[in-house]
């Protein structure tokens, strides 16, 4: 079955600073990669998400890109800021279902101020 | 439009009891998807409901089951807890639950087996 590894685990930047996220999938037949972001207490929001039709989407600061030959797609968040503090998962999913997706193990983002 | 909601938020519980949790929808909504969260497994795929039937299953054991009402609500019931079972439980909604449709997750229910 579909595999997703998620690094790093644990991230810390500077206020301002761009933070990047990586991961990679093993199902090759995987063409739907949503990110989400869990702040404390809270469920998992998406945030962004791309298909395998496209190579990149960008929404203000944040961008995802996606490398089907390679199996692999990162998240980059530029010019952050404290609200951006929470654990970012990433997904693949390529089920008739919205709900049969497999998640990464998540990357703790801290922002330093 | 409220989000969707999860009750209890917290429960604490003892080995071998059973355990229920509600999820209530967004307005709307017709599809709902339970989720196990642990720091050791990560964001896990229990299963989901779409008109009052199952549609789809993880790979959990048969002690955790779940039905939905006519009204979209849904509830799952784990039946002989373990030390295990202490989670993030979360439940998400979608319209009609097809493919790439955006999720919407409720807070969870933080439950804790002694």
């Known amino acids: 079955g579909e595999n997703v590894e998620q690094h790093p685990s644990t991230l810390s930047v500077q206020e301002g600073d761009s933070a990047v996220i990586k991961c990679t999938y093993s199902?090759?037949?995987?063409?739907?990669f949503p990110w989400y972001k869990q702040e404390l207490g809270k469920g998992p929001q998406l945030i962004i998400d791309?298909?395998?039709?496209?190579g990149e989407k960008k929404d203000q600061r944040i961008a995802v890109t996606l490398n089907k030959t390679a199996k692999h797609f990162s998240l980059h968040i530029t010019e952050t800021q404290p609200e951006d503090s929470a654990v970012y998962f990433c997904a693949a999913s390529y089920h008739s279902s919205a709900s049969k997706i497999i998640f990464g193990s998540g990357t703790r983002l801290s922002i330093r101020p | 439009k409220a989000g969707v909601t999860q009750t209890p938020r917290y429960l604490i519980k003892t080995r071998g009891q059973q355990v229920t949790l509600s999820c209530s929808p967004i307005s709307g909504h017709r599809s709902v998807s339970w989720y196990q969260q642990t720091p050791g497994q990560g964001l896990q795929f229990l299963f989901e409901y779409f008109s009052e039937t199952q549609r789809n299953k993880g790979n959990f054991p048969g002690r955790f089951s779940g039905r939905q009402f006519s009204n979209s609500r849904s509830e799952m019931n784990v039946s002989t807890l373990e030390l295990g079972d202490s989670a993030l439980y979360l439940c998400?909604?979608?319209?009609?639950?097809?493919?790439?449709?955006?999720?919407?997750f409720g807070p969870g229910t933080r439950l804790l087996v002694l």
């Open positions: 791309i298909r395998s039709n496209v």
């Open positions: 199902d090759s037949a995987s063409n739907y």
């Open positions: 998400a909604s979608s319209l009609v639950g097809q493919y790439q449709e955006t999720q919407y």
